[in-house]
């Protein structure tokens, strides 16, 4: 008995030109074979580790050559057991018509190595037009092999209940062709990695005894793999989060900034009267929210394998999400400084235009009208945590900047390898109200984390507080919006 680890063997086959190695890529996660809108393009079957257990154990995909005349393939595969019939496969084809003999060769093999065969079709026509699957369904009973269809090419991804309904046409129309095990939506370009955990499953139920004990093996491999992508993903939006929450702007009190910010202004092309502090302010930290933006991306293109980098998003300043926060001057603060006594004990006051709220703990015990107005101007900045004015994102930005985030996570995690490099493409409209349900769900949690961002010394170690604490819940509202979208998809756990 052999002490080599063990292998299961998928083979990927279809029709001629309906995106074999393009779902390969997706499925491998790395460039394999040659894409090109041509026939034939796959002349030999070829197999790549899809999956691999700490003991070396292994699941390997084999992209073979399309079926081109099915049922010319059928007559001829039939005919193999008389010697007019091996001539005509394995020396007058061979020749001849080369792509017809490497289909041959490719249906050998499926049928004496492969475990489960996958076989994909074309979702952009209706079953019924699909004359090629009925040949094909004969040549996939002569292999003899249990049989997954996939279903390809289904566009934009829609809602579970549209996409339900075009995955229970193709079910009925394949349900007299006793070779097929389950049908499943599996699109090249944009299928969600959940998906998959429905594949692995689907293949090991096809499987009996050893074999299927080996596929939970190899499955239990691609969800803890899985499993620390979603993890490192989750880390790097709570980080990106983090620093935007942290994000501030100084006002142009001293000449110098001023002076600096005056030229950001002019390279934005804001006209001189577009320059005063607050825009410029603003301007600068639109410009800081872009870089984070594309630097947030990148980093999840990366974790999941793609290639390309993000492209601006921040068209425009969102001119109603700025917090602002005014240091008090203490020049002017006798104007307000004699409407604060002892008096006001436990009251909650907001104190000049900055917006600032404070709690009866300042004002307790007449201690502010002993400070004076120059002692009140200088105890609400050390509240404050400034002695400069500042402006930040406020609750309502940071809300609406996590769910765009969301967003592109799911625009990431639903990329197919086999489109080439990364693109931001239009997000398909259900998800939005998915990821704003999520997000209500959270809405106290939220509020509570940005309310506590404070203003510490420095923008790091704000992002060092904030991040833990929005980890769990970005967990929470991406685990809700995957399991919304994909029902009979769950998240994988560990363990």
Known sequence: MSDAPQSLQLSLVSHTNVGKTTLARTLLGRDVGEVRDAPHVTEFADAYEMLRTPQGETLRLWDTPGFGDSVRLLRRMQQAGNPLGWFLGQVWDRWLDRPFWASQQALRHVAETTDVVLYLVSAAEEPQAAAYVTSEMALLRWVGKPVIVLLNQLGMPREHALEQAEVQRWREHLAPFEPVAQVLPMDAFARCWVQEGVLLQAIEHCLQDEQRALMQRLAAAWRDSRLALYQASVDALAQSMARL???????????????????????????????????????????????????????????????GQAQGEILQRMASHYQLTLRMDESKAALIGGALTGALVGLKADIAAGGLTLGGGLLAGGLLGALGAAGLARAVNLVRGTDTSWIAWNAEALDTLLEAALLRYLAVAHFGRGRGEWERAETPAHWKPVVEAALAAEAATLAAVWAGRGAPASGDEVVAELAPRL???????LRATLEQLYPQSPMPHSG
């Open 245 to 307: 929450a942290a994000a501030r702007q100084e006002l142009a009190d001293a000449p110098g900034l001023r002076a600096g910010l005056r030229r950001l202004g002019a390279a934005l092309g804001l006209r001189a009267d577009e320059r005063n502090p607050a825009l410029l302010a603003q301007a600068a930290l639109a410009e800081q929210l872009d870089a984070e933006v594309r630097a947030s991306t990148t980093q999840l293109i990366e974790l999941h394998g793609l290639s």
């Open 471 to 477: 980890r769990p819940v970005i967990d929470r509202l």
